[in-house]
């Protein structure tokens, strides 16, 4: 399934590289994208949703809102 991370207190490219990294850490992830404001990325069996949002507020930004797109091609 495919997630977009709404993200807040993201203001420059330095914001986009640190969310990333750290988005990139949790192995269930596979990123699509990130820029100011928001993360796309494609979910496999991830049990701990708070995985995203922790690893988000340690760089120091705001988890505004996860949406969940279920994908049926």
């Known amino acids: 399934m495919t997630v977009k991370?709404?993200?807040n207190?993201?203001?420059c490219e330095?914001?986009?590289k640190a969310v990333t990294k750290a988005l990139s850490q949790?192995?269930?992830l596979s990123l699509k994208s990130v820029q100011i404001g928001e993360a796309v990325a494609e979910v496999n069996n991830l049990s701990?949703?708070?995985k995203i949002k922790k690893a988000?507020?340690?760089e120091g930004y705001e988890v505004i809102d996860?949406?969940?797109f279920n994908e049926s091609r």
């Open 14 to 16: 330095h914001c986009v």
């Open 66 to 68: 996860i949406k969940v």
């Open 56 to 58: 988000i507020e340690n």
């Open 9 to 11: 207190k993201m203001s």
């Open 26 to 28: 949790i192995p269930e």
């Open 48 to 50: 701990d949703w708070s």
């Open 5 to 7: 991370i709404l993200i």
